[in-house]
Nanobody, 120 residues
Framework: QVQLVESGGGLVQPGGSLRLSCAASGSIFSINDMGWYRQAPGKERELVSVITSGGSANYADSVKGRFTISRDNAGNTVYLQMNSLKPEDTAVYYC??????????????WGQGTQVTVSS
């Protein structure tokens, strides 16, 4: 069984920074895309950023220039460095990973979510 463990959320003032981490563990042979989504109260879940196994990254327009995604392939970990945070960044952030495991098929999995609150 594969687990995605997220960390790094919390309360931060506007203009501050946070770094989210998501570590995938278990019977994983290979990982394709790794990404972050977020869901604010009363809104649908939206893509924040995704990074391919080759290191190519895409970002939502709302976070471009402020957020940076990276990954450690050896550690099966994806990071999201969030700078210049705004109150509208407040949401539950979810890690999303596509992996190939013992079932011998590609599976898309979600983390449990970590709360990010930007407020003075």
């Amino acid at each position: 069984q594969v687990q995605l463990v997220e960390s790094g959320g919390g309360l931060v003032q506007p203009g501050g920074s946070l770094r989210l981490s998501c570590a995938a563990s278990g019977s994983i042979f290979s990982i394709n895309d790794m990404g972050w989504y977020r869901q604010a109260p009363g809104k649908e879940r939206e893509l924040v950023s995704v990074i391919t196994s080759g290191g190519s990254a895409n970002y939502a327009d709302s976070v471009k220039g402020r957020f940076t995604i990276s990954r450690d392939n050896a550690g099966n970990t994806v990071y999201l460095q969030m700078n210049s945070l705004k109150p509208e960044d407040t949401a539950v952030y979810y890690c999303n990973v596509t992996y190939y495991g013992i079932s011998k098929r590609w599976i898309n999995a979600w983390g449990q979510g970590t709360q990010v609150t930007v407020s003075s």
